[in-house]
């Protein structure tokens, strides 16, 4: 099969879908793998280290998306790509289709067959292609809101672990999952007063038991999140509906409650955010206020490291991108379940349940889009 990885086009995204090692394997397969000159480059993989790995580097993504029958990338293909997807073609990569009606349409249009790293699961129903990132986007969560709260960024002044004689801030992550515990540890790590809210008590039992009093759980509700936030100097939101666009937690009418300077740090903007006012961002401009309190909304949050990052994401990846190449998706997708979670389009079809509830569109089975 001849995979294909394009540079990253988003703004201030670093990352690549490729790292030289699954390029490596790839072709150790059978493979051939085309790379776009200087894809790797913010990631430090140099065009060499992809020669070296047996990978060809062509010199426009064009002639990537032209030849290549399986497309491995990093973020949602913006509207240039898709334009370039066509049928028989596989993109595989993360595509957060919920929240975003254009790009949903636009692949539908385009009939590629695309997977969605971020609804792979796995045989334990967690979601082994999002963790990598969500483990890194949640340790970056305290230190973007301990900028955001500088009082030369608009906000309140206040340093996470304060000093003898000065309080810590207090911080309040909505979510317990992967982002939420990484993002408390962290944000405990820095000396910081936190508080976690889930709404599964398994989940806060094993957050007690392992962190070992660390930080405080409790119960999310509308009620303890109203109670909490007037205290908060920054609130990290980590909830997330598997492939569905994201609740909305605090609405704005709220935000009159907070701290003047408080920071909210919005990690599934992906999906839509689950703060009322947030509105994604980029790394350039990463950062704005709504009523006083300050707002962190970067939709690629991880592209800041984008060497950890792409090495942990490729370390995910890789197996799977093996299994579609050397079987084809249908086979692949056949004999692991899980990875047939990930189809979110195929042949003009929409074929996650939650993508098209949240957009009004009708899905077609993922095991009826094998027989197509």
Not at 3 to 29: D, M, S, W, Y
Not at 120 to 145: H, I, K, N, W, Y
Not at 259 to 278: H, M, N, R, W, Y
Not at 352 to 366: E, F
């Amino acid at each position: 099969m001849k995979i294909g990885c394009p540079a990253e086009v988003k703004p201030q995204e670093f990352r690549v879908g490729l790292t030289p090692n699954a390029a490596r394997e790839a072709v150790a397969h059978g493979h051939e793998v085309l790379i776009e000159s200087g894809a790797g480059a913010g990631a430090g993989f140099e065009d060499g280290a992809y020669e070296g790995a047996g990978a060809r580097i062509v010199p426009a993504a064009a002639e990537i998306f032209a030849e290549a029958e399986m497309i491995v990338k990093v973020k949602e293909p913006q509207a240039g790509e898709r334009k370039q997807l066509r049928e028989g073609q596989v993109l595989f990569t993360y595509l957060h289709l919920a929240p975003d009606p254009e790009q949903t349409r636009d692949l539908l249009d385009s009939g590629v067959t695309a997977i969605a790293y971020e609804t792979v699961t796995d045989e334990r129903g967690g979601l082994p292609l999002l963790a990598p990132m969500s483990e890194v986007a949640g340790r970056l969560a305290p230190q973007m809101g301990a900028w955001t709260l500088q009082k030369a960024n608009g906000g309140r002044g206040v340093l996470m672990g304060g000093v003898p004689g000065v309080g810590p801030a207090r911080v309040l992550v909505i979510g317990g999952g992967v982002v939420g515990t990484h993002a408390a540890r962290i944000a405990a790590g820095m000396g910081a007063e936190v508080t976690v809210l889930d709404r599964s008590l398994p989940r806060l039992r094993y957050l007690d038991d392992t962190f070992a009093g660390a930080f405080r759980n409790g119960y999310s509700s509308t009620g303890l999140v109203a109670e909490l936030l007037p205290q908060a100097d920054m609130v990290i939101g980590a909830v997330l509906i598997p492939g569905a666009a994201a609740p909305k937690l605090i609405t704005r009418a709220q935000l009159a409650d907070m701290k003047p300077g408080a920071a909210l740090v919005d990690v599934a903007i992906d999906q839509g955010g689950c703060f009322e006012t947030s509105k994604a961002t980029t790394h350039e401009n990463p950062i704005y206020a709504v009523d006083g309190i300050m707002h962190y909304c970067v939709a690629n949050m991880p592209g800041a490291v984008a060497r950890t990052a792409t090495i942990a994401l490729g370390n995910a990846t890789m197996p799977h991108v093996l299994a579609l190449a050397d079987k084809g998706w249908r086979k692949a997708c056949e004999e692991d379940p899980h990875l047939l979670a990930g189809l979110n389009t195929h042949a003009g079809h929409l074929t996650y349940y939650a993508v098209g509830h949240a957009l009004g569109i009708d899905v077609l089975s993922p095991t009826m889009a094998l027989r197509q």
